[in-house]
């Protein structure tokens, strides 16, 4: 104990679920009271410290009323009055004051912190941290949990990225961690899970196709399953072709979480990365690329070991079709014109489809007076 950790991962990876499971099981052992509190309410305050503290501090207590403790180890009744910036830190001290236990905090969605809000919650962590060692009451741990690595809340509260800093409130944590993706075997265990419950299996080709496509991510895997027993009412075992179909379903719907993730490819740090590797471009060399780099990582938006490549065939296909949603307005063409008789797509064709401007009267030249596909030059 007494550490204070970053955990990260992409959204909807399950960091809420391990958080939540992690403070119920701390709890249960009985020497410890662990809390976990969502920090997204405070987004909405920005700069206002004050007024993130009071949103922080009305989701800690909405938690601690609802974890079922007894009253000995709940926060006291009412916060101490002090100067807005040091509220939350003084409110912290008082609960440890009083509860029998020791205290561990779980921070979940740290992200929504902005600004100065953020400086000032991370450095009321870390001053009242560093005072533990001299009697003063503070929570024995702290978990960060959101999207980004410790580098990027430095950036977020004002810090530079790569330099160090004795002043930081970041010089307190102890280690960074990052919720890693499914492999092919917790996949196939997953999904086993279903058909225990349901008698509805999965054929082995169809759990090997869900890892080809997600590479184990964890929202996409549990999507799809969903989209096949749940919304195609698939009642017998589930094949790769179902699986298939259910790729299309999603990736055309625009699920929540592959829109947030388009979302994100209009951000200028992450279209510095994305840019090259759709293109095959190699990257302009900047001084900021290596902090865009691992940015981008964190988001799982690429994988996380070079080469430079998207992170899985779904996030893929949602990427191309975002950056190319301009372009693909203009094209006229049957996209099956596009397909080689082996499965290949027909680069050539394409590339000359789209250099072609469309003629006055709203065709495209290359296919006047055609119904076929486009012909190859060059």
């Not at 006291?76 to 236990?101: H, I, K, M, N, Y």
């Not at 959101?146 to 790569?162: F, H, I, M, Q, T």
Request: charged content about 25%; hydrophobic content about 35%; some cysteine.
């Amino acid at each position: 104990m007494d550490r204070y950790i970053v955990l990260h991962a992409p959204r909807q990876t399950g960091k809420t679920t391990v958080l939540d499971a992690l403070a119920s099981g701390l709890t249960a052992e009985g020497d410890t009271a662990a809390l976990m509190i969502s920090c997204e309410r405070a987004k909405s305050a920005g700069d206002d410290v004050g007024w993130a503290e009071s949103l922080l501090l009305d989701s800690l207590r909405e938690a601690a009323d609802l974890s079922g403790w007894p009253k000995k180890l709940l926060p006291p009744d009412s916060w101490p009055q002090v100067t807005p910036g040091s509220r939350f830190g003084a409110a912290l001290r008082e609960w440890c004051r009083r509860c029998p236990r020791r205290v561990v905090l779980f921070l979940d969605e740290i992200d929504a912190l902005q600004g100065n809000s953020l400086v000032s919650v991370l450095g009321q962590l870390r001053d009242g941290h560093n005072k533990r060692s001299k009697g003063y009451p503070f929570p024995a741990s702290v978990v960060l949990c959101g999207l980004r690595d410790l580098r990027d809340y430095k950036v977020a509260s004002g810090g530079e990225p790569g330099r160090s800093n004795p002043a930081s409130p970041f010089n307190i944590i102890a280690d960074s961690l990052r919720l890693g993706d499914f492999t092919a075997d917790q996949i196939a265990e997953l999904y086993d899970q279903h058909t225990q419950a349901s008698g509805q299996g999965f054929t082995k080709d169809a759990v090997d196709r869900v890892f080809e496509l997600t590479r184990g991510q964890p929202w996409l895997v549990n999507a799809l399953a969903h989209e096949i027993t749940f919304k195609m009412g698939v009642t017998g075992t589930i094949s790769d072709g179902q699986v298939e179909d259910a790729k299309e379903r999603l990736i055309r719907a625009r699920a929540t979480h592959l829109d947030s993730l388009a979302a994100r490819l209009h951000e200028p740090r992450v279209k510095r990365v994305m840019e090259p590797i759709v293109s095959g471009d190699f990257p302009r060399a900047e001084l900021t690329f290596s902090d865009d780099l691992s940015y981008v990582r964190d988001l799982g938006l690429i994988k996380q070991k070079p080469p430079m490549e998207v992170a899985n065939p779904i996030y893929r296909e949602v990427i191309l079709r975002v950056l190319g949603d301009v372009s693909e307005q203009y094209v006229r063409a049957d996209p099956h014109s596009f397909v080689l008789p082996d499965g290949r797509f027909d680069l050539t064709a394409a590339t000359s489809t789209a250099n072609t401007p469309p003629e006055p009267n709203g065709s495209t030249s290359s296919f006047a007076g055609r119904t076929g596909a486009p012909t190859a030059k060059g």
